[in-house]
C-alpha cells in the first residue's frame, strides 16, 4: 500500500500544473488599445496584458466594463487586475501599480472652425473642457479650479459627439483614442498642438494580491528582455 502511495504521490508532481484564471477588468471601450472584436476583448493593451499573464502562469479573462465599474471592481478586491491606469500618487497607495507598460499622449481637440492655441492651461479659461466621467487627466489639470470641466460623457464616443454637437468648446484624451472615434463618427478633430503630457500606463493590483503584482513584474521585464513587448507595440503602429 504504501509502495502503491509513493507512485501515486510521484505522479501526481509529474502532471504539468493547471494555470489559474486570472480576472482582469478594463474600460469597455478604448481602441485602438481594447475593445471587443467577434466576442472577445482586442486591441494594443488587451494583446499585452494576455501576454503578461500568460508569461506569469496565469489564464487570463479579460472583462470590460463601464469605467466607473472597473475602479469599484478594484478598489472591491474583487479581480485581479485592472487596467489601463494612469500613475497617480493616490493610487501608488492604494494599489500595486505594475509597469508603465506603454506611453501614450494627451491631448486637446477641438473642430476644425473653432480655432484655439494654448501654452498653458491659462490659455483655456473661458472655454468649456469636455472630460469623461472618472478619467484622471494629470495633477495640473485635474486641480485647475479656474478650468470649466464639462465631465459629462461616460466614453470616448459620446466625448466626441459633445464636441461635434458645440456642446462643449474643447476636449481632453489620448491622442489615438480621439482619432480613432472622430473616424468612426466620420467627423473631423484638430489635435491642438503641444500634447498637454506623456502618458505611461500601468496595471492597478488590490493590496491583496500581492503575488499577482509580483509575478507580472516578473513578466513585464521578462517580456522586455525577450523582445515580445516591442513586438506587440509595433504591430499596432
Known sequence: MRGFMLVL??????????AEPWRIVCDENF???NFVEQGRVAGLDAEIIEALVRRAGGVPQIEPQPW????????????DAAFQFVGRADRFEKYFMV?????GQTVFATRP????QWKTLADLRGYRIGTIRGYTYGTAFDNDASLAREAAAGDYSQLVRMLAAQRVDVIIGDREALSYFARREMLRLDIISPPLAEVPRYIAVPKTRPDRAERLTGALASLRRDGTLM?????WE
Open 99 to 103: 509597469g508603465p507598460f506603454r506611453a
Open 113 to 116: 472652425d473653432h480655432r484655439i
Open 31 to 33: 481602441p485602438p488599445y
Open 9 to 18: 504521490a510521484l505522479l501526481l508532481l509529474s502532471l504539468p500544473a493547471v
Open 231 to 235: 513586438a506587440i507595440l509595433r504591430r
Open 68 to 79: 466607473v465599474r472597473v475602479q469599484d471592481m478594484l478598489e472591491r478586491g474583487e479581480v
